[in-house]
């Protein structure tokens, strides 16, 4: 039988009716900002407050030390990585400038586009006794969501997934008609499944998989459960919702600009070229693209101010030490005290003249991004791939493979004939 929704305190109990934390009004009067406040749904000196949800919000329950390194090395294992695990494995894309725009051309590369949220980026292992998300820092904490394993004659199992590893992002979708905010995991790829790693299977059939063996069983016992009367587990409960996200075929990427992104209900800065028969590359892949607008198109530096300075420096990193960034000075708009931002790492636009425009507190990072990072930024920055240059490239690029595979398709019809 599914585990049963409870309250940790009545894990043995009956099941415990409270409302979900997956979803929220955001309508409120007043917010008690005391330390007893926790983001969310909480008591707060016996009185209940509404705080909006925020991608700064911290998830789930932490868990020991010892548990921690054990759950980052499973991991490595199942990347069959080598080496001490402290850093987040995930696969990062790289700026998308004139140079590896040729990537998207190549006849051998099929590329797919989706747009890039401006969420939170975080694993997922799922293992048989909970759930855990893992953050860009490299961090785990537990949550309550529910991966259930199918049968053979398509019923459910009591069994749930066990040394599953996913990748996604967490958004806030927001509902101004109805104040409501509900969280999304969007789930865009899986690099192992029931303790087996398919890190060489071809990205297109991973984002198969997820549907087939991880996504699609649970959204099937969530319907089922739906209609029950007396429901075994509360999938309403969870601290959000579990969807996959979907990708375009290039020749679809004016529909992805024009049509879905103006709708969608999170924030989107921009769009990920993902090589379909690609397999998972962990850390920097250098032929998974992102696109970001001149306007959106960022660094992630560690600022530091140093007494009365006026001029807060700015800080990268480069083989295993930080490394200032002499000569480059960075912009506070609307932030009255900087040396408030001390010791952060913020997400700074390009000004021109090395000079940054700070936009926000990067709170999910511990690291500001590597000198080989920023000079790929700077260099698609000074390229400035406009919306429109950016789809006269893939029309072009969608024409010309057309042509190609038109010419392949004559000259096999040509060959059958002459046999």
Known sequence: MPQIWKRRSQQHNEVVEEESNNTMSTTTSSVDQSSSCRSGNGVCNNEVVVVALTNDDVLGDAIPGQQQHFLRRKCYDLLRLNGEPIRFPGSHPVSLDNNNLEFLRRIDRDYRVTWKTDGTRYMMLINSEGCYLIDRKFNFRKVQVRFPLTQGNGDFSESTHNLTLLDGEMVIDTYPEANKQ?????????????GESVIQCPFGERWKMLEQQVVGPRNLEKQCISQSTDPCYRYDLEPFRVEIKKFWLLSEITDLLEKFTPKLLHGEDGLIFQGWNDKYVTFTHAELLKWKSHETNSVDFL????????????????????????GHSVEFRNVQDPSGLSGKIIECSYSGKNVWCYMRVREDKSTPNSFSTYEKVKRSIE??????????????IVEEKKRVQAEKELASGMEKIAI
């Open 182 to 194: 509900v969280r999304r995991y969007l789930v865009f790829d899986v690099m192992s499944i029931n």
């Open 303 to 326: 600022v530091k101010v140093f007494g009365r300075a006026k001029n807060p420096s700015l800080y990268l990193y480069e083989k295993g030490r930080m490394k200032c960034m002499f």
């Open 383 to 396: 390229d400035n791939i406009t919306k429109e240059v950016l789809l006269d490239q893939i029309r072009e």
